[in-house]
């Protein structure tokens, strides 16, 4: 199984950003995908998530109106979408998938058995 996210980049407060996670070697639509971020010299935290059949989301609070995630069975793709954003967002963004079968959307690291590489945001001000 691999997870290859692609699309973050430099970007000013307030602007907006789409990051995508291709998945391979796993059939698509029988796990749940979730993205984390990691902040220079802070622990990974939950961003988001969404089960394995796409009717259910989970977002972090800080994030909830602002952040959208989904996914295309069609392009085994799964993409993030964010608008507004501030300096605090600024991370590095990693897409993770489950263990099959997963019908809910988990937020805790642990439920996610494979992982990207990470893809950086930073929201200049």
């Known amino acids: 199984v691999q997870l290859v996210e692609s699309g973050g980049g430099l970007v000013q407060v307030g602007g907006s950003l789409s990051l995508s996670c291709v998945v391979s070697?796993?059939?698509?639509?029988?796990?749940?995908l979730a993205w984390f971020r990691q902040a220079p010299g802070k622990e990974r935290e939950f961003v988001c998530a969404?089960?394995?059949?796409?009717?259910?989301?989970n977002y972090r609070d800080s994030v909830k109106g602002r952040f959208t995630i989904s996914r295309d069975g069609f392009k085994n793709t799964a993409y993030l979408q964010m608008h507004s954003l501030t300096p605090e967002d600024t991370a590095v963004y990693y897409c993770?998938?489950?263990?099959?079968?997963?019908?809910?959307?988990?937020?805790?690291?642990?439920?996610?058995?494979?992982w990207g590489q990470g893809t950086q945001v930073t929201v200049s001000s």
């Open positions: 070697g796993y059939t698509f639509g029988t796990y749940a």
């Open positions: 969404i089960n394995n059949n796409g009717d259910q989301t």
């Open positions: 993770a998938a489950s263990a099959p079968f997963k019908v809910n959307a988990p937020s805790q690291a642990y439920e996610y058995s494979f």
